[in-house]
T-cell receptor, first 117, second 116 residues
Framework: AQTVTQSQPEMSVQEAETVTLSCTYD???????LFWYKQPPSRQMILVIR??????QNATENRFSVNFQKAAKSFSLKISDSQLGDTAMYFC??????????????FGTGTRLQVFP | GAVVSQHPSWVICKSGTSVKIECRSL??????MFWYRQFPKQSLMLMAT?????????EQGVEKDKFLINHASLTLSTLTVTSAHPEDSSFYIC????????????FGPGTRLLVL
């Protein structure tokens, strides 16, 4: 069974600074997807960034980038130039690429990020 | 713009009544939708996978007679909480799986249910 671990329950960062959120996972699958979702106080889940395991290049989306280390099963999220609007709960998630009845999102426990002015 | 809508966003009901929550895929047809439950300050807990034209697949420990799921069309799935009790009060979120192009799940805005 796949598991996702987020070891940082809470993080804080000053506005305009950079912060890195950690995520590790465990799987025996060779092909899969990894995601970071953001859940602000409104509780709407928002996709931040995704990574396909077969791609070696780290995904980037504007101020958000990942450090994907497949051998180490690590998938950290770096937020550059942090903004107050980045304050949210961040969830790391895993999904098998094989389409069967087990290809569902497996979530970590989340990291609460607070951005201070 | 929004990819997935949920209705209602807020519902308060009396104990013993049933509540129906709708999840609509706005941008694409979805053969698979998912229903989650989230308690305060916790992660999402998958309740069931909703498949268009067939019975939903429930996760272990989720009562299928309590949480009825109907995926009647490629853009609509409904979750009905039957004979609701205060312990069913929670935040319910649906997601839609997009298979075409980049495979991703998009989430609805959620429904807050309070059972009195």
């Amino acid at each position: 069974a796949q598991t996702v671990t987020q070891s940082q329950p809470e993080m804080s960062v000053q506005e305009a600074e950079t912060v890195t959120l950690s995520c590790t996972y465990d799987t025996s699958e060779s092909n899969y997807y990894l995601f970071w979702y953001k859940q602000p106080p409104s509780r709407q889940m928002i996709l931040v960034i995704r990574q396909e395991a077969y791609k070696q290049q780290n995904a980037t989306e504007n101020r958000f980038s990942v450090n994907f280390q497949k051998a180490a099963k690590s998938f950290s999220l770096k937020i550059s130039d942090s903004q107050l609007g980045d304050t949210a709960m961040y969830f790391c998630a895993f999904m098998k690429a094989v389409r069967d009845n087990t290809d569902k999102l497996i979530f970590g426990t989340g990291t609460r990020l607070q951005v201070f002015p | 713009g929004a990819v997935v809508s949920q209705h209602p966003s807020w519902v308060i009901c009396k104990s013993g009544t049933s509540v129906k929550i709708e999840c609509r895929s706005l941008d694409f047809q979805a053969t698979t939708m998912f229903w989650y439950r989230q308690f305060p300050k916790q992660s999402l807990m998958l309740m069931a996978t909703s498949n268009e034209g067939s019975k939903a697949t429930y996760e272990q420990g989720v009562e299928k007679d309590k949480f009825l799921i109907n995926h009647a069309s490629l853009t609509l799935s409904t979750l009905t909480v039957t004979s609701a009790h205060p312990e069913d009060s929670s935040f319910y979120i649906c997601s839609v799986r997009r298979l075409a192009g980049v495979e991703t799940q998009y989430f609805g805005p959620g429904t807050r249910l309070l059972v009195l």
